[in-house]
């Protein structure tokens, strides 16, 4: 059965402690990764797309990698207006994809 | 700007009534989905649409109808609803081929059905 996982559930940083956080697949076929950022009341926004394991995204404090089972997003010297909410989604087909539950982020000032 | 909007914004019904939720995107995106989002479950996928006339069923269809006469809008209709389709709707675009490259969402209708 596809299936995706995050991790952790939730996780609390101080301002500039950096860490990772996980989301891992089983799937039967992947054709592409997805991580996006999502806050309170409002929709998901697209952060990366990763294609094939070795590649590496980065934007400001974010850097994405994707290994053949699993893929991270490091979030180096965070922020508070870093804290949202990451999902991951992976697609599978043109019509199948899979959504995470998603890892809740607070940065403490 | 471009932008995906939805509406309401809220929206609180009783059991058994017919309600359409309404999803309009100015990108000029051929590629519309329609999710809802649950505690415990992600995000996950109602029907969507690669263009005008076409339209398909995602993981959780059923109980759910869409139909797309025009390039901006995807309106999703709950034709009988029931207290299990309580939850957060978000509806998406994305021009991509495959569907599913660069989406952009819309801000999300909390619907509560008693």
């Known amino acids: 059965e596809d299936q995706v996982t995050q991790s952790p559930e939730a996780l609390r940083l101080q301002e500039g402690e950096s860490s990772s956080l996980n989301c891992s697949y089983t799937?039967?076929?992947?054709?592409?990764l997805f991580w996006y950022r999502q806050d309170p009341g409002k929709g998901p926004e697209f952060l990366f797309t990763?294609?094939?394991a070795g590649e590496e995204k980065e934007k400001e404090r974010l850097k994405a990698t994707l290994t053949k089972k699993e893929s991270f997003l490091h979030i180096t010297a965070p922020k508070p207006e870093d804290s949202a909410t990451y999902l991951c989604?992976?697609?599978?087909?043109?019509?199948?994809?899979?959504f995470g539950t998603g890892t809740s982020l607070t940065v403490i000032p | 700007d471009a932008e995906i909007t939805q509406s309401p914004r809220h929206k609180i019904t009783e059991t058994g009534r017919q309600v359409t939720l309404a999803c309009h995107q100015t990108?000029?995106?051929?590629?519309m989905f329609w999710y809802r989002q649950d505690l415990g479950h992600g995000l996950r996928l109602i029907h969507y649409?690669?263009?005008?006339?076409?339209?398909n069923k995602g993981e959780v269809s059923d109980g759910y109808s869409v139909s797309r006469s025009n390039t901006e809008d995807l309106p999703l209709t709950l034709e009988s609803a029931a207290s299990s389709q309580t939850s957060v709707y978000f509806c998406?675009?994305?021009?991509?081929?495959?569907?599913?490259?660069?989406?952009?969402f819309g801000p999300g209708t909390r619907l509560t059905v008693l």
């Open positions: 649409s690669y263009g005008v006339q076409d339209t």
């Open positions: 799937v039967s076929g992947l054709r592409g």
């Open positions: 990763l294609y094939s």
């Open positions: 990108w000029n995106h051929n590629n």
């Open positions: 998406a675009s994305t021009s991509g081929a495959g569907g599913h490259v660069e989406q952009f």
């Open positions: 989604a992976v697609q599978v087909s043109k019509d199948q994809f899979y």
